[in-house]
């Protein structure tokens, strides 16, 4: 076994019906940018009635038919966010904890320790969270997995990483293995994966591998580590 193979993120995908929600951090092939891309998806109907919305660079994952939301506290929050020279992503609310900490003088994982799995037994869905630091015409990231140590979700398992940025080199983490009943969660530490150059090449290449009938959303954001502009890019399925 290769402990440092660099897997296409489409192949590690395929195949694979329920992922659940990816977050995805590195430095493109070319050194050149940034990479920060997060999607979500969906087994039952309250989970697939969403959109991603953009405000204001900011992202939210918000209702498609309002008339349909049943129960909107886990499924409705702000993804992305930027504090300074910090760009957050997250699977749920706890963007705003670590906005809230970095901005009171917080680490992000000294914000993170206030908070733990989803409250969904038998699931007891991880919250996953990453965070890039851009200094010096560069970038480090951090992951996080707050995950249930048992089956019972008597109490939170806390799993932290910190990476530098290189050529090519990304990180993937998502909330579960594959599908079950009790769902299984994420195991071992994130996984490494290419980044392309080409932002489309890379959201395509995503997109298209997430399970058809499961995939709700991708954003997909490339920060230019010279200028400090970006392009994104949003697929709903839900139109």
């Known amino acids: 076994m290769d402990i440092y193979k660099v897997n296409d993120i489409g192949e590690l995908i395929e195949g694979n019906s329920y992922v659940g929600r990816g977050i995805v951090i590195g430095k493109t092939a070319d050194s050149k940018k940034a990479c920060c891309a997060y999607f979500i998806m969906g087994r039952s109907a309250n989970s697939r009635n969403r959109i991603f919305t953009v405000k204001n660079g900011e992202v939210f994952t918000e209702p498609f038919d309002v008339s349909k939301v049943e129960d909107p506290s886990l499924i409705i929050y702000a993804a992305v966010r930027q504090f300074e020279n910090n760009l957050i992503v997250t699977n ?16 992000f994982n000294k914000s993170l320790s206030t908070r733990c799995f989803e409250p969904d037994s038998p699931n007891f869905t991880p919250r996953i969270s990453g965070m890039l630091t851009f200094e010096n015409g560069d970038f480090t990231y951090k992951m996080s997995i707050l995950k249930s140590i048992d089956a019972e979700g008597s109490d939170c398992a806390r799993y932290s990483f910190s990476y530098p940025s290189k050529a090519g080199l990304g990180h993937f983490i998502h909330t579960y293995v594959c599908d079950g009943n009790p769902i299984p ?15 489309d090449i890379f959201t395509n290449k995503l997109w ?3 399970d058809n009938d499961n995939k709700i959303s ?4 490339y920060v230019d580590l010279e200028s400090g502009e970006y392009d994104e890019r ?3 399925k839900n139109k």
């Open 234 to 236: 949003l697929i709903n």
């Open 92 to 107: 749920g609310d706890q963007t705003d904890t670590i906005y809230d900490g970095l901005k009171d003088g917080k680490c």
């Open 208 to 210: 298209n591998a997430l």
């Open 218 to 221: 991708l954003y997909v954001r």
């Open 185 to 199: 969660t994420f195991q071992g530490e994130p996984e490494r994966v290419e980044i392309d150059s080409d932002i």
